[in-house]
């Protein structure tokens, strides 16, 4: 059974840029033909999706956020990480990881991220 863990700071401050790791356990990210994808959701409002890279290393980012997002992986530890730049305080927000094929089939539990000075 797959199994994700985020890891990164809680605190962030505006216009730095937020780093979060993903950790896979129990499958590799190189398998067809799982995309690992990045959401979020702000306190008090919906799921936001960031982007994924694919098991082939290819990446796709929401539009809205393409031009502050990056999302990179290393196959060696089977992790694959955001990044996501000039951050405001809109960007606080729990931050998952997840993984997806048909469907979305796995998360991690989450991690709080908030932008503050």
């Known amino acids: 059974q797959v199994q994700l863990q985020e890891s990164g700071p809680g605190l962030v401050k505006p216009s730095q840029t937020l780093s979060l790791t993903c950790t896979v356990s129990?499958?590799?990210?190189?398998?067809?033909?799982?995309?690992w994808s990045w959401i979020r959701q702000p306190p008090g409002k919906g799921l936001e999706w960031i982007g994924y890279i694919a098991y082939s290393g290819s990446t796709y980012y929401s539009p809205s956020l393409k031009s502050r997002t990056s999302i990179s992986r290393d196959t060696s530890k089977n992790q694959f990480t955001l990044q996501l730049s000039s951050v405001t305080p809109e960007d606080t927000a729990v931050y998952y990881c997840a993984r997806i094929e048909n469907a979305l089939d796995a998360w991690g539990q989450g991690t709080l991220v908030t932008v503050s000075s």
């Open positions: 129990g499958g590799s990210i190189t398998t067809n033909y799982y995309y």
